[in-house]
């Protein structure tokens, strides 16, 4: 089976680390190719050949003879292999769009889809690069957005092999809040861009049954669940509880995560006035504002440890008893990731410790581990103290809880169990076409 995919970024293990496209395909057999839209090298021990289309392209060919588009080829010697590692997509008018955004993100991402919508793509070039791979099937995981809706119809009428897309997260619907008009009218222009772009799937991936849901019930696409895998191999083996017990968040703050981090804190706080009965590690790459570091301090018992990487991150969570799942409790927050099924929550299966959940009741996330009765869930900040102080108060808990999740994970995300999921759907869709021919 041939697999060409369709992205937004690079597929770099080393910027990525542990990225969905080599959780998913690791020992997959087929061969792999990809089209994708950033500046970045890949490297990866799975896809072998790629065809790169970047910002600086697309802006080059608005005043210049030059068209989009290249193949490119992964790092080789150990020069280039460095210069992969390095995170390339922070450089040059990507990285600019980047930070930009943070600050303004509606008008910077309407300028983005402008370039995009309006740059040549050289063409030729890429029906060479489709034409020589000879793909069974196109796999688009993606954010839906102009940008990609108008690459993938550009692929799809250079080839007539079926299309598979997968998405994550709330693309286009109008359960959001903003009082901005330009974030309404992209809205509005997605949400209609999304009705004409799903009718060259033939299926459509989800994270969440709930998103799932929302897709068949919107725009009448073919739509089934599809989660990340872990390593669930061996036997759950019970770990002895810490003391102080040992909470651990690791990754980003944003969409007012901290908040719920610092609620936490304050919890802690009252639990460890007459001695330290439990403590958070924070791990995080992300620089802290004086109101997040007032909020996330040693006089909350929480500790901010800086980053780790992929193999790091595995030990801190042998040497933890809890892992936190969180999200944000503000409207804006909960609208907006209501939908978006957290990767995270398969490595905190598989991670030995138990899962704390502190999310809106309505996501999905949450929905899925309170459902699966595999972690201690939290719906509401008023909670936090009462469901810490049960745990202090009763150790056992810990493992037992942690156990769950485990097993949790090794009945529904084993990479067998996904990636057969994955090869049947290719397969089904293939031997239809061909029985069509």
């Not at 995170?87 to 930009?100: D, E, T, V």
């Not at 073919?222 to 191999?233: A, E, N, Q, R, V």
């Not at 901290?258 to 439990?278: P, Q, V």
């Not at 040497?319 to 609208?335: F, G, P």
Request: proline share 3%; hydrophobic share 35%; glycine share 6%.
């Amino acid at each position: 089976m041939k697999i060409l995919l369709i992205t937004a970024e690079e597929w770099n293990d080393y910027v990525y680390g542990n990225g969905v496209l080599t959780n998913w395909f690791t020992g997959f057999d087929a061969e792999f190719a990809q089209i994708y839209t950033s500046p970045g090298l890949p490297n990866n021990k799975v896809c072998s050949k790629y065809f790169q289309i970047d910002e600086r392209q697309m802006v080059k060919s608005l005043y210049s003879n030059t068209k989009a588009g290249r193949e490119v080829k992964m790092p080789t010697n150990e020069q280039e292999q460095d210069a992969a590692k390095c995170n390339a997509q922070r450089k040059g008018i990507y990285g600019i769009f980047k930070k930009l955004s943070l600050w303004m993100h509606t008008p910077i991402v309407m300028l983005q889809d402008f370039i995009w919508m309006t740059g040549r793509y050289d063409k030729a070039a890429l029906q060479r690069f489709i034409d020589g791979y000879k793909p069974d099937v196109v796999f688009c995981p993606q954010l839906g957005n102009p940008k990609m809706w108008r690459l993938e119809k550009l692929v799809k009428g250079m080839t007539d092999v079926p299309f598979v897309a997968f998405t994550g997260d709330d693309e286009a619907s109008y359960q959001q809040v903003s009082k901005s008009p330009l974030f309404w009218l992209r809205r509005w222009y997605c949400h209609n861009g999304l009705k004409n772009s799903v009718k060259i799937f033939s299926h459509y991936f989800m994270h969440s049954k709930e998103q799932a849901q929302d897709y068949t019930n919107e725009y009448g696409v073919p739509t089934s669940t599809l989660y990340k895998c872990g390593d669930f191999s061996n036997e759950f083996v019970k770990k002895s509880v810490g003391s102080p017990i040992r909470l651990v968040y690791a990754g980003r703050l944003y969409c007012n995560r901290w908040k719920t981090l610092a609620e936490i804190g304050k919890a802690l706080h009252e639990i460890n006035k007459h001695g330290e009965r439990m403590v958070l590690d924070i791990y995080t790459q992300e620089a802290l504002t004086n109101e997040q570091r007032k909020a996330l301090s040693p006089e909350n018992s929480v500790y901010m440890k800086g980053s780790v990487n992929a193999q790091q991150l595995k030990e801190v969570y042998r040497n933890a008893d809890i892992a936190l799942h969180v999200e944000s409790m503000d409207k804006k927050n909960r609208l907006a990731t209501r939908v978006s099924f957290s990767t995270k929550i398969i490595d905190l299966m598989a991670s030995s410790c138990a899962i704390l959940a502190v999310c809106w009741n309505r996501h999905c996330g949450y929905q899925y581990l309170r459902d699966n009765d595999a972690a201690f869930c939290v719906d509401n900040y008023s909670d936090i103290l009462p469901m810490l102080q049960r745990i202090v108060d009763n150790p056992s808990l810990v493992q037992n809880y942690a156990q769950k999740a485990y097993e949790c994970g090794r009945k529904n995300h084993t990479r067998e169990k996904i990636q057969k999921q994955i090869r049947v759907k290719f397969e089904e869709l293939i031997a239809k076409r061909q029985a069509n021919e």
